[in-house]
C-alpha cells in the first residue's frame, strides 16, 4: 500500500508534547521507518506563533523535499492586510508546493464565515482549494456546521475530529456536502471506516495520523486492515488525497 | 524512500500484524472492553459477536469487559452473565459498580463468587459517577475485592478529583492485595503514572488512550517497565488494530511488545483462575 498522510506538523508547539518533530528531515525520517510515502504537513507555529510567519516557515522548511511533502498554509481574516490578496496568496501557494489551508478560528480569535474570510474562502471554492478544519481543538462543530452551510461547495476536510463520539457530528456534514471529507487521524472507532465506506462511499475517507502527536502506525494497521475492498483501502490510504489535489485549480 | 516491514522494520511480530492483521507468536489480551449502550455515541460493533469478530481479525484472545448495564438497578448484570456464557474462551467481564446504589452492589457482590466463571475483578469509573474512588461508597466494593484478591480496573485521570494521583495513591496504600488497573494511566501525566507503578507492585498501567500518544508508550516503558503494562483500547469504541500499530510505532523492544500484549494480562488471568 501506498501512503500519503494528510495530516501531520513539524515544529515544536508552544505546549510540550513527548515527541515533536523539528524538522522536514526528522519527519521524512520517521515516515520512512513507518513506510509513508507523500505527506500534507502544517508547521505549528502557524497555529501557536503566527499565520504569516508560520506560513513562511512551512515554505522553507518543505522547500528541499517537495517530492514528498505538500504544503498546508493557514489562513485568517485579513481586513487588516497581513497576508496578501487571495490572487497572490494563490500564486504564491503554488509557488511554495502549498497545496491546501488550514483554519484555527478559536486560538485566532475570529468567527470563519463570509464576513471575516469571504474573499479567500470564495477563491478556494472556485479553485478547489481543499480547506482542513481541525474542529475539535480550534474551530467547534456548530462553526463548522455554519460554514457548510455558507459555502456547501468547498473542499472540507474534517479533521481533528477527536476519538470520542465522532459519528453523530460528521456523518451529517458527509451526508450533505458532496465535498466534505473525513481525516480519519482521530477516527479510530472500531468499525468506523467500514461505516463510512458503507453509507458514504471510501472516497470520503483520507487516511492522516496526526503525526507527532499521534504514532504513525495505528491508522496504517487499521486501514491495511479494515473490512473494505483492497481498493478502497488504496483510495483511502493515497488515492483520495491524490485526487483532491488533482481536481485543484490553483 | 526506503521500503521494509511498514511501522515497525525489523520486527517479526510486525510483519505478522501487517501480513495478517494477527500475530501467531504475540497474542493480544485486550484488559478495557465494554459492552452495553453508549448514550454518547454510535458504536457499529456494541453487541458480543461484534465485539469477539474485532478480536478475531486481530488476534485479541481474551477481551475482559465491563458492561453498562451493570450499572443499572432495571438491568443488572444479566446482559453481562449472557455475554460471557456465549463465547466463554474469549471474554471475560469486570463488575461495574455504581457507587449510587449500594443495594444494587450490596446483591450483585452477593452473586459475585458463584459467578467466577463470569467475573474476574471489578470496575469503577468514579469520574463518571461523580463519586471519589477514597469515597465511602466505594469502600464496599473495594474491600470485596481486597479480600479476594481481584483485579480492579479503575479510569484514572490526571487532574480529576475522583480518580486522579492522589485518590489513586490513597487507593493502592490501602488496598494492597487487589491488582489495580489504572486505566488510561492517568492520562495525560505519565511520569506520575509511572511513578504511581514503580511505588506500589500492585498496580498496573492500562493503555486505552494511552497507545494514541507518540512517545507516551516509551516513557511508561522506561520509567515503570513493560512488565506493569496492559493493552487496552476501550473496545468496541476503538478498534484493536489501531491501538496494536500505535504500539508497533513505539521505540521499545519487541519483548516489552509481548509483555504489553498478553504475557502480564495471562498471568493475571491465571491468578484470576482463568485457564489461558
Redesign the interface.
Known amino acids: 500500500m501506498r501512503f500519503f498522510d494528510c495530516n501531520c506538523f513539524i515544529g515544536l508547539p508552544s505546549n510540550a508534547i513527548p515527541r515533536p518533530v523539528a524538522t522536514a528531515d526528522e519527519l521524512l525520517a520517521r515516515m520512512d521507518r513507518a513506510g509513508i510515502e507523500r505527506a500534507l504537513v502544517w508547521h505549528v507555529a502557524q497555529k501557536d506563533y503566527g499565520v504569516p510567519t508560520g506560513n513562511r516557515l512551512l515554505a522553507q522548511a518543505i522547500a528541499g523535499h517537495r517530492d514528498r511533502l505538500t504544503g498546508c498554509w493557514a489562513i485568517m481574516p485579513n481586513q487588516m492586510g497581513e497576508l496578501p490578496e487571495p490572487e497572490e496568496f494563490c500564486a504564491n501557494m503554488a509557488e511554495a508546493g502549498v497545496r491546501a489551508l488550514a483554519a484555527f478560528p478559536r486560538p485566532h480569535n475570529y468567527v470563519l464565515r463570509r464576513e471575516s474570510c469571504g474573499p479567500i474562502l470564495e477563491a478556494m471554492v472556485a479553485r478547489r482549494i481543499p480547506l482542513i478544519l481541525p474542529v475539535t481543538s480550534a474551530v467547534g462543530w456548530d462553526a463548522a456546521y455554519a460554514l457548510l452551510a455558507e459555502f456547501p461547495d468547498l473542499v472540507c476536510i474534517l479533521g481533528n475530529v477527536n476519538t470520542w463520539g465522532t459519528v453523530r457530528f460528521v456523518f451529517p456534514l458527509l451526508e450533505k456536502y458532496a465535498h466534505v471529507c473525513l481525516d480519519i487521524s482521530e477516527y479510530i472507532l472500531d468499525g468506523g471506516i467500514e461505516a463510512v465506506a458503507e453509507r458514504c462511499g471510501a472516497r470520503r475517507m483520507l487516511f492522516g495520523t496526526a503525526f507527532p502527536s499521534r504514532p504513525h502506525g495505528g491508522m496504517m494497521l487499521a486501514l491495511k486492515h479494515a473490512e473494505i475492498s483492497a481498493r478502497d483501502r488504496q483510495a483511502v490510504a493515497a488515492g483520495n488525497l491524490e485526487r483532491l489535489l488533482r481536481e485543484e485549480d490553483l | 524512500?526506503?521500503?521494509?516491514?511498514?511501522?515497525?522494520?525489523g520486527s517479526k511480530t510486525a510483519a505478522e500484524?501487517?501480513r495478517t492483521?494477527r500475530s501467531r507468536t504475540c497474542p493480544v489480551y485486550n484488559m478495557h472492553a465494554h459492552l452495553g449502550d453508549?448514550p454518547?455515541?454510535?458504536?457499529?460493533?456494541a453487541d458480543p459477536a461484534?465485539l469477539v469478530h474485532?478480536m478475531d481479525?486481530?488476534g485479541v484472545r481474551m477481551s475482559c469487559f465491563a458492561h453498562r448495564a451493570d450499572t443499572m438497578p432495571e438491568l443488572g448484570t444479566v446482559p453481562t452473565i449472557e455475554a460471557v456464557r456465549a463465547f466463554p474462551d474469549r471474554l471475560r467481564a469486570y463488575l461495574w459498580v455504581n457507587p449510587h446504589y449500594p443495594d444494587l452492589v450490596a446483591r450483585e457482590l452477593a452473586e459475585f463468587d458463584g459467578l467466577r466463571d463470569v467475573f474476574v475483578g471489578l470496575k469503577v469509573h468514579p469520574d463518571s459517577h461523580e463519586v471519589p474512588l477514597t469515597d465511602e461508597r466505594y469502600r464496599r466494593a473495594l474491600e470485596f475485592a481486597e479480600e479476594r484478591g481481584l483485579m480492579v480496573l479503575s479510569h484514572t485521570y490526571d487532574g480529576s478529583k475522583f480518580n486522579g494521583p492522589e485518590q489513586v495513591r490513597r487507593t493502592l496504600e490501602k488496598y494492597t492485595s487487589i491488582r489495580f488497573l489504572m486505566g488510561h494511566s492517568l492520562k495525560i501525566n505519565?511520569h506520575e503514572a509511572a511513578a504511581v507503578a514503580r511505588d506500589h507492585p500492585h498496580a498496573y498501567l492500562e493503555l486505552t488512550?494511552v497507545?494514541?500518544?507518540?512517545?507516551?508508550v516509551?516513557?511508561l516503558c522506561e520509567e515503570a517497565g513493560s512488565d506493569r503494562m496492559l493493552f487496552g483500547?476501550d473496545?468496541?469504541?476503538?478498534?484493536?488494530?489501531?491501538?496494536?500499530?500505535?504500539?508497533?510505532?513505539?521505540d521499545i523492544t519487541d519483548k516489552d511488545i509481548h509483555s504489553i500484549c498478553h504475557r502480564n494480562a495471562e498471568k493475571l488471568l491465571r491468578e484470576a483462575g482463568v485457564r489461558v
Open positions: 524512500m526506503k521500503t521494509g516491514t511498514p511501522i515497525r522494520p500484524f501487517w492483521g453508549f454518547s455515541m454510535y458504536v457499529p460493533r461484534g474485532s481479525v486481530a505519565w488512550g497507545l494514541g500518544q507518540w512517545g507516551a516509551d516513557i483500547t473496545l468496541p469504541i476503538y478498534g484493536n488494530h489501531q491501538g496494536i500499530g500505535h504500539l508497533l510505532s513505539a
